[in-house]
């Protein structure tokens, strides 16, 4: 294929894009002239280039879709939807054929008569004698302005001075009169239009002559000839309009469409260009073009024409000559050449770090900093802004928005920001199919939009920006949300979980359902959507370019989609781990932090219902054991207390850590995609050859750990299965069994304490009598159970139960185990530090009352410290906690005065209205829902139908929690329902309740 | 390896160049064209999890290239005599493989008409992966057909 060909493929291929673009914009918005003068002119380019190269089908479909377009343009269509659409058939039609030019080199064989023949009966129809010959040869020869009166032609006033073009002016004279007549009808006779006859004659006899080709002398076109005399002569007065073509001298389109032709090529450049004029007139019925009369036009025109040739001058004046076409091929090898330079870079560095005095040191710096700078400004050749792939889904939403007979503004923001070619393309259909999937089945019909009472527009809104390395792209919509009950009786239907799972989990969790294999929720699989190609597939594409995407939904207010996508692929830092005795890496941007432990150490790996976790500041991380998921033997397997790291890793909403056996160091990596024989293995996404030589695997995070389990169903914390809201009677605690003395059990809730600690006897200090041992830079008091003993000597294992910065420990000699089953426990009256006497593991186990044990360290453990804060303000929030079960109480009053409250506690709801009778504030109030006497719902009742409190935010409590019960809660009056045991759970809902209720001051009198 | 020779008065008979090498003291031949380079034993990067058949990874001069335990392949037992063995380098479909053998040996002509099809009397699993049986002397020696061998999909179905 010969390079014009080709320069011209490409540069249609970009004007098709764009003029799709923006025919849906215009349609939106008829009145843009500016739009529609871009479109005409590139369709009319087109039109021009295909003619000169001897492309028929394309110079006609081009020449019947500009016919329409100059009517649109001069008012005499109205730009209907009908129209647009056969307008666009007529683009895709382009498209086809020039797919096959690509491809052979030479137009496809085919019939478009059908698609004309739309053309022309949209277009009213019937041509003029000029036009149909024109169709035949590309006569480039003669600007034949074959003036049309312009009809009412709104604000587009041809200038009236002569300046230098008499025969343009008369040309443009007769035009003006004829405007003045009233709308343009094309004229065979001459009618009072001799210069443009003239003109017109010329044309048709080098139409007749089908000869294509361009001339430059007058070459029997005198008056042409002449005209474009004079406009050479303009030329050298006017600036470059390449590109702008904004001639506001009052000229209609047709001098833009004159100016664009000065960038084509040089060859094409002069027929087009000359033809350009002409053709801008293309006279139809009504499609006027005064134009080439007009002196300011054709400044390009005449280069061209003057240099037959040489017309990349103009383009160099301009814009085009700030960028640069290249191959993509050639970036590709580049970027191939600059991993194979980092890499030896880093052999390098590897080779001279070992020896200090080194020679090589310093060059070595230098070129550390060269191949830097050189790897970052390649990576930038690789950036392309993500317009480019939102580039088709404006003429996508607007078809379906025809199809589904639904109003859809398409709102896109951020179209700027860049990323990686590479992640450009792979991302290109996973956001066509969800904003598919929006239009679909997010957004609702006009008519049940206006009943829900939403403005009939549906929007879908794509938003792109940079965060951290990452790249965000949203998709939201204002539909109608994730139909939650459909989306569960599909998953029903599919078996894919069972009513009883279902019940338990929370309606986002539902929500990613749609994720899964096979799903989907169309009831008939329409061509737009609902193919069975699904969002499983979307998410494993894009994950597998490391990204993760995020399905949320508010229903009836619309779902929103957010793509989390790392920037770029090539050139990563990553953190070389060891795993059974191999290493491999670790992408830095998925690493959040790493964790030493040991089973000496504070922090340790602990287990929970055989899931490994680890205690991370306030919540529990589950754990993936590395070495065992890849079936290799871990390092402490042969020595338990060997130190190993858990690197802290965040998967979508899902944070987790991976334990590893040692820790290297963070390396700059090239990724080199894996060989097809290994691209099932989930848990690589890549591999390297390190600074030593050495190949090792790049480990895939993603794939980590949905192989290990942790991401089939969504949890946000562990202690989601410590909290167990099953259905039998009863609550599922947590315990931790110990033994302080001899061989009584005794259990503590596993929720108060806030770590286990070994120390050695040695450590234990006495001050004024009591025991305490210095922990975190304070001394923390140590208290025994009862019957138990503190050791001067020895390992001995602590409780350590933490409020704010004071700390107590409970020492114990040897920690059982932790169960989690229903606690029934027995009371006994009158044994303190005991709250009864449980069934715990089979055996009977005393429960200890912890706070009995905390008051022993602290006399004032409970009681608010705000004298001790300082600034005198009560900063403590009031909190009301009702509950009939004085464990609970006990239980839960601890927990929350940790958090911050001063807890009053009511055993009932009655003592608590009592209370509210008394005059008592609160500034909030937790009250369990089965309770004797007035239960949980009846009591929020008559808290809100009293004024005294009926704007104190109210949380529930409770072991149920299914969905019936939240409503029932809400209806009740409650703000939150939330499950009894999840303590973080409980302090975020009072944390957005405090949110809500800013206002509420926080000195209560008591 | 003896070389056939054409007989002569008879007119040239194509023939085609394959290198010959042994697994398991079985003779292989594979299509000289096909072989990128002869390695002797590398240290190679295990890689958890991946199909038995993948001895692992190793570096060649910058490229990675993927080993293949051709024994594994081949469902012959592993090697037991303490020899490092050697590998031969293939490209398929754009990636370059090492394909780890017993010993190689020369590279010899095979006039193709000479070249039995009727594989009735090879294993299965070597017919999938086989292009044909030639008689040597004292051996037969199997022509490896390189896709095949390597296309694992295929294999995992057979």
Known sequence: MDELLTEFLTETSEALAVIDTELVRFEQDPSDKAILQDIFRLVHTIKGTSGFLGLPRLEKVTHAGEDVLGMFRDGALEVTPTAVSVILKAIDRVKDIIGGLEESGSEPAGDDSALIAELRVIAGDDATPPPPALDQAPVAAAPEPAPEPEPAAEGAPPTDADGGFPVAQELLDEVTAAGADGPGVPTDADAGFPVAQELLDEVTAAGADDAGVPTDAAGGFPVAQEILDEVSGAQTAQQSAAGTGEYTEGLPAGPQAIAQPAEQPAPEAAPQVAEAPAEAAVPEAAAPEAAASEPAAPPPTAEAAADAGEPRQVKESSIAAQSVRVNVQLLENLMTLVGELVLTRNQLLQMVRGRDESEFKVPLQRLNHITTDVQEGVMKTRMQPIKNAWAKLPRIVRDLSLEMDKKIELDMLGGDTELDRQVLELIKDPLMHMVRNSADHGLETTAGRLEAGKPETGVITLNAYHEGGHIIIEIKDDGRGVNIERVKSIILSKELATEAELAEMSDQQITQFIFKAGFSTAEKVTSVSGRGVGMDVVRTNIEKIGGNVELTSEPGKGSRFKINIPLTLAIVSALIVESGGERFAIPQIGVLELVRVSNNSENRIETINDVPVLRLRDSLLPLVDLPKVQKLKASNEDDPDVERFVVVSQVGTLTFGLIVDRVFDTEEIVVKPVAPILRQVPIYSGNTILGDGSVIMILDVNGIASIAGALDMPRQEVSDTVQDTSTTAGERVALLVFRASGSQLQAVPLALISRLEIIEGERIEYAHGEPMVQYRERLMPLIATDGGEIKPDGQQNLLVFQEGDRAAGLVVETIVDIVEQVLKVELTADKPGLVGAAVIDGKATDVLDVGHYLTKAFPDWFTATQEQRGDGENLRKRMLLVDDSPFFRNLMAPLFSVAGYEVITADSADDALQMRDDGADFDVIISDIEMPGTNGFQFAEHVRGDPRWRDVPMVALSSRASEKDRERGRSAGFDDYVAKFDRNKVLDSLNRNFQREAEVPTEKVA | ?158
């Open chain 2, 1 to 158: 390896m003896s070389e056939t020779t054409t007989s002569s008065g008879q007119s040239e008979r194509a023939t085609k160049q394959f290198v010959t090498l042994t697994i398991a003291d079985q003779l292989f031949g594979i299509p000289v064209l096909s072989v990128q380079d002869v390695l002797a034993s590398q240290p190679v990067a295990r890689v958890p999890l991946a199909h038995p058949v993948v001895a692992g990874l190793i570096n060649l001069r910058g490229r990675i290239v993927t080993a293949i335990n051709m024994r594994q392949r081949m469902t012959l037992p592993p090697r037991d005599d303490g020899s490092e063995g050697m590998s031969v380098v293939v490209e398929y479909q754009g990636e370059l493989y090492s394909l780890n053998i017993d010993t190689i040996g020369d590279v010899i002509s095979v006039p193709l008409d000479k070249i039995e099809l009727n594989l009735a009397t090879l294993d299965p699993l070597w017919r999938s992966f086989a292009d044909g049986i030639y008689r040597l002397d004292e051996q037969l020696l199997v022509i490896l057909e390189i896709e095949r061998l390597l296309d694992l999909d295929a294999a995992e179905a057979a």
